[in-house]
């Protein structure tokens, strides 16, 4: 388990709405990613901030009336605050410059479900086990067309603040998915 253990994700939020220069978010940084070296994506409605080795992605959000420039030298981060975060499981190749993510080493992640219980979800976990923590997504998508170019299978709790995708993907992907072990979770605020 790591340092953080199942405090990852209250650590997580904890950054949301806040500026890339705040000490909250400096401190997680350096909680969750030592000696990490960061790939920035700005484009006109977001920055990314990737950590492949580290398993993580994050979302920057302009501030309202701000359009970050497409060089990263371009952007003014005091006008950025912290949207989202997208966690990787086992080794995620990103389709833009497929550069592979690490899986995040930061498990279990405790999930607060809906009854006060937690959900902790492993690196093993599938999309059984999220359906049976918290019930029907409702939202969901994905896995249409054939096998190549498709979007993988994605569930959504709005309420709970996260996005899982899995692999599944193709004829027959949701039969597949529920036991497809996750790829990506998204974490945001809830509703």
């Known amino acids: ?8 994700l209250t650590r997580l939020r904890s950054t949301f709405g806040s500026k890339v220069s705040s000490q909250v978010v400096q401190d997680v940084l350096c909680e969750l990613l030592e000696n990490a070296s960061c790939e920035i994506k700005s484009y006109t409605d977001a920055v990314y901030l990737n950590y492949f080795e580290n398993g993580i992605s994050i979302l920057l959000a302009p501030d309202t009336g701000y359009r970050p420039g497409t060089l990263d030298t371009s952007v003014d981060y005091d006008r950025l605050t912290v949207q989202s975060v997208d ?10 410059n497929k550069q592979r993510y690490s899986p995040f080493s930061h498990l279990p992640l405790a999930i607060p479900k809906v009854d ?21 997504p409702p939202r969901k998508g994905g896995g ?11 569930l959504e709790w709005p309420n709970v603040g996260i ?8 004829p027959q ?3 597949k998915g529920k036991d497809m072990r996750w790829k990506v979770i998204t974490l945001f605020t809830p509703n």
């Open 144 to 154: 249409d067309g054939p096998s190549s170019g498709s979007i993988g299978i994605w």
């Open 116 to 136: 006060g219980a937690s959900f902790l979800v492993s690196a093993s976990s599938t999309g059984k086990d999220f359906v049976d923590a918290f019930g029907e």
């Open 1 to 8: 388990m790591s340092k953080l253990g199942v405090d990852a």
């Open 87 to 96: 966690l990787y499981n086992a080794t995620t190749e990103n389709s833009s």
């Open 173 to 175: 992907a949701w039969e």
């Open 163 to 170: 996005m899982v995708e899995f692999e599944a993907r193709g």
